[in-house]
C-alpha cells in the first residue's frame, strides 16, 4: 500500500524529488528575486520528537497508543502543521488514537471519554489547514478519532439518485464505489484523494466545481451524528418545510458536537459531455466583470475560474500577461455547447479574447482546453508544492474569503496593500496571487496566496503577521473570514467578531445539550472555554 508521508502533503511517493526540488529553488529565486535556496535534507520517522502518552500501560482495548500511529494524528496540512512536522516537532500528538467500527463504538468512546475527563478530537482525513485536529495539551489528555474503518458505501438508490456513506470514507473509495452504477458524486475539494465525507460535512466543504451544489451541505439528503448524549439522526427526504434543517445545523460543526457516521448524500449520472474555452483579459478586475455577467446570467458553468497574472504563472497556465478564465460546462446527456456559447459570448462582450475558441468532448473523456487540463493538474499538485517550499525556508500558504460584487474592488485593494506592506516588513518582499474559486449572482470567493522567503528560526512569526493582516482586512471590508476552509483554531478570533454574539450563545446552548461534558474538540468553532 501507498504511504501518506508523516509529515508533509499526500504520498511519500509522490513528493518531489531532489532534482523537482532544485528546479522549485531556481524558479523561487527568479519569482522573488533572492538567491537560490539551498536543499536540506528530508525529516526521518525515527527522528520525530513525541511526548509520551497519558495512557502508557493503561490497557484500554480501543485505544492505540502506538508512537507512529500518533505522529500520522498529531497535525492537519496547514503551513504550520507543515513546518512543525518537517522540523520534527510532534510533541501535540495526541496520547492516543481511537479506531471505531461502528455507531456504537463511537458512542462508548464518546462516553468513557466525558467518564474520565478526555477529550476527541475527530481527525477525519487530517487535511485541515485551520488547525482543526490538533490537540490542544492543555486539556488534559486527548484522543484522536478516527473513522477510517466505516469508509463504506453501503447502499446506493439508483431510482433515487442517492448513496448511503459511511463518514470515514475518502473520495477516491466514494467515486470508485458508483462508478459502476455511472454515477458520481461530484464533490471534488483539492483534498478528495485523502479527505473524507464526514469532514466534508463538518466543515462544508466547497468542491471543485464553481457553481450549483459546489457545497458539500447542498448534497446531504440526511445524515446520521453520534455525540456523547446519543445518536442524532435526521430522516431521509428530498426536502422539507419542518422546522430549521437539521443537516444545516450539523454541516460546519468542525467535530465540536459529534462525530458524523454516515449520511445518504445526492448523486449524479457521470458526464459524457464536457466543453470548455480559455478566454484572455488585460486586467484580473476586466475579467471580474465578465465573470459577474456570466454568474449573473443563470447559465451555471461548471468551471469558472479567474487566475490573475501571477496565478497563471505560477501554474503553468498560458495567460498572454493578463489574466485567464478558465471556463467550462459538462452534461450526462445532451450537449450544453449552447449555453458554452452564450457564456463566452458575455466574455467575449466584457473584453475577453478567446483565439482558441471552443473545445468539446463526449463519452467521458476530458473537454477541456491545454490551459484548463494544466490549471487540474496544477490545482491536485500545490499541496505538494507548498510542502516542497517549507523544505526551502520559502513560506507559502492561502487565505480564501468571498464577498459581493460591490464590495469587490475595495476587497482587492484593501487586502493587496495590507498584505503586500506586511510582507515588506517580515521579510523584505513577497507575492500575493489571486484566484476566483466559486462564483455566485451575488458575488465571488477571491482566494488568494502568498509567498515569502522565511528567516531561519522565525518563520511561524512571519506567517501569523501575514495572516493576522490578511484577515484583519477580510473583516474590514466586509468579506468572510473563510469560504470554505472552515473555522478550526486559525479562524476562532475573526469568526467570533463576524457571526453573531447572540448566535454564539445559541450554538454553545447547543453544545451543552449534545456535549455536556465538552468532549469534542476543544478550541475549535467555539469560543466558551
Not at 490537540?135 to 474503518?149: A, E, N, T, Y
Not at 465571488?444 to 522567503?453: N, S
Not at 447572540?502 to 449534545?514: I, N, P, S, T
Request: include cysteine; glycine fraction near 10%.
Amino acid at each position: 500500500m501507498r504511504k501518506r508521508s508523516h509529515w508533509a502533503w499526500g504520498y511519500e511517493d509522490r513528493f518531489p524529488s531532489d532534482e523537482a526540488r532544485r528546479d522549485l529553488a531556481a524558479r523561487v529565486a527568479m519569482l522573488l528575486q533572492v538567491d537560490a535556496p539551498k536543499l536540506k535534507a528530508l525529516p526521518a520517522l525515527d527522528s520525530a520528537r513525541v511526548s509520551e502518552s497519558r495512557f502508557e500501560g493503561r490497557n484500554i482495548n480501543f485505544l492505540d497508543c502506538d508512537r507512529e500511529t500518533r505522529i500520522r494524528h498529531t497535525y492537519g496540512r496547514g503551513y504550520p502543521d507543515v513546518l512543525r512536522g518537517y522540523q520534527g516537532d510532534f510533541l501535540a500528538a495526541p496520547d492516543a488514537v481511537a479506531f471505531p467500527e461502528s455507531d456504537d463504538e463511537v458512542l462508548e468512546i464518546l462516553q468513557w471519554a466525558g467518564t474520565e475527563g478526555v477529550k476527541v478530537v475527530p481527525y477525519g482525513g487530517g487535511t485541515s489547514v485551520v488547525g482543526g485536529v490538533e490537540r490542544d495539551s492543555s486539556r488534559g489528555p486527548v484522543v484522536s478519532l478516527s473513522l477510517r474503518k466505516m469508509n463504506r458505501v453501503l447502499d446506493v438508490d439508483v431510482l433515487s439518485r442517492s448513496a448511503l456513506i459511511e463518514g470515514g470514507a475518502l473520495g477516491p473509495e466514494i467515486e470508485q464505489s458508483l462508478a459502476p452504477r455511472n454515477l458520481t458524486l461530484r464533490h471534488f475539494p483539492q483534498s478528495f484523494e485523502f479527505s473524507t465525507l464526514g469532514g466534508w460535512i463538518a466543515t462544508r466543504a466547497g468542491g471543485h466545481f464553481a457553481t450549483v451544489y459546489t457545497h458539500i451541505e447542498d448534497l446531504v439528503q440526511s445524515l446520521r451524528m453520534v455525540t456523547p448524549s446519543g445518536i442524532f439522526e435526521t430522516r431521509r427526504l428530498p426536502a422539507s418545510g419542518a422546522g430549521p434543517s437539521p443537516e444545516r445545523f450539523v454541516a460546519g460543526s468542525e467535530g465540536t458536537l459529534g462525530v458524523i457516521t454516515r449520511a445518504w448524500m445526492r448523486v449524479f449520472e457521470r458526464p459524457s459531455w464536457r466543453g470548455s474555452a480559455s478566454v484572455y483579459f488585460a486586467t484580473l478586475r476586466e475579467g471580474a466583470e465578465a465573470v459577474r455577467a456570466i454568474a449573473q446570467s443563470q447559465l451555471h458553468p461548471h468551471n469558472c475560474r479567474l487566475l490573475d497574472p501571477y496565478e497563471a504563472l505560477i501554474n503553468n497556465v498560458p495567460s498572454e500577461g493578463g489574466a485567464v478564465l478558465l471556463l467550462g460546462f459538462e452534461s450526462s446527456g445532451a450537449s450544453r455547447r449552447a449555453a458554452l456559447e452564450e457564456a463566452l459570448a458575455l466574455a467575449l462582450a466584457n473584453g475577453g479574447r478567446a483565439p482558441r475558441g471552443i473545445r468539446e468532448k463526449v463519452n467521458g473523456e476530458r473537454g477541456d482546453d491545454a490551459s484548463a487540463e494544466t490549471w487540474r493538474q496544477a490545482f491536485l499538485d500545490g499541496p505538494y508544492l507548498q510542502s516542497a517550499l517549507a523544505t526551502l525556508g520559502v513560506i507559502a500558504d492561502t487565505f480564501e474569503t468571498a464577498c459581493t460584487w460591490s464590495e469587490l474592488d475595495e476587497l482587492l485593494t484593501t487586502v493587496r496593500e495590507r498584505v503586500e506592506a506586511t510582507m515588506r516588513d517580515v521579510a523584505g518582499k513577497g507575492i500575493l496571487t489571486c484566484r476566483f474559486t466559486h462564483v455566485y449572482s451575488d458575488g465571488p470567493a477571491p482566494y488568494f496566496t502568498f509567498i515569502m522567503p522565511g528567516r531561519a528560526g522565525h518563520e511561524l512569526s512571519q506567517w501569523l503577521a501575514v495572516k493576522q493582516a490578511a484577515s484583519e482586512a477580510l473583516l474590514a471590508c466586509g468579506a468572510t473570514i473563510t469560504h470554505h476552509h472552515a473555522v478550526g483554531r486559525v479562524h476562532l478570533p475573526w469568526f467570533e467578531r463576524e457571526a453573531s454574539p447572540l448566535f454564539l450563545r445559541a450554538l454553545q446552548a447547543a453544545k451543552d445539550e449534545l456535549d455536556p461534558h465538552a468532549v469534542l474538540n476543544p478550541g475549535v468553532l467555539l469560543p466558551k472555554r
